[in-house]
């Protein structure tokens, strides 16, 4: 069974870093169909970076030039570097893996176009 476990939140001052981390149980990692999603009370989750299964990577403009995305040498832990970081970028961070497939979607066990999502770790900046 795949279980992705994320990591690495807390509770920084604006213009500071943190490193995400999620890991991968029972899963490897391709270097496609994996990203990173936030998401605050009230709003709809929103992709951070994303890769897609061709291999067309999104990051969103908030996130552009501040946050990165990579893997472990071994692929089974998917890393979101964050930079600079703002009082706005303050949410639960999901990370996601697995393109989902017609199957899953007429189960209803795909979210976003993803079979596979972790708990989240919360991400809290202070100005």
């Known amino acids: 069974q795949v279980q992705l476990v994320e990591s690495g939140g807390g509770s920084v001052q604006s213009g500071e870093s943190l490193r995400l981390s999620c890991a991968g149980s029972?899963?490897?990692?391709?270097?496609?169909?994996m990203g990173w999603f936030r998401q605050t009370a009230g709003k709809e989750r929103e992709g951070v970076i994303s890769v897609a299964s061709d291999g067309r990577r999104t990051v969103a403009e908030s996130a552009q030039g501040r946050f990165t995305i990579s893997l472990d040498p071994a692929k089974t832990t998917l890393y979101l570097e964050m930079n600079n970081l703002r009082p706005e970028d303050t949410a639960m961070y999901y990370c996601a893996a697995g393109c989902a497939t017609w199957s899953d979607m007429v189960a209803g066990t795909e979210h976003m176009g993803y079979k596979n999502w972790g708990q989240g770790t919360q991400v809290n900046v202070s100005s």
């Open positions: 029972g899963y490897t990692f391709s270097g496609y169909c």
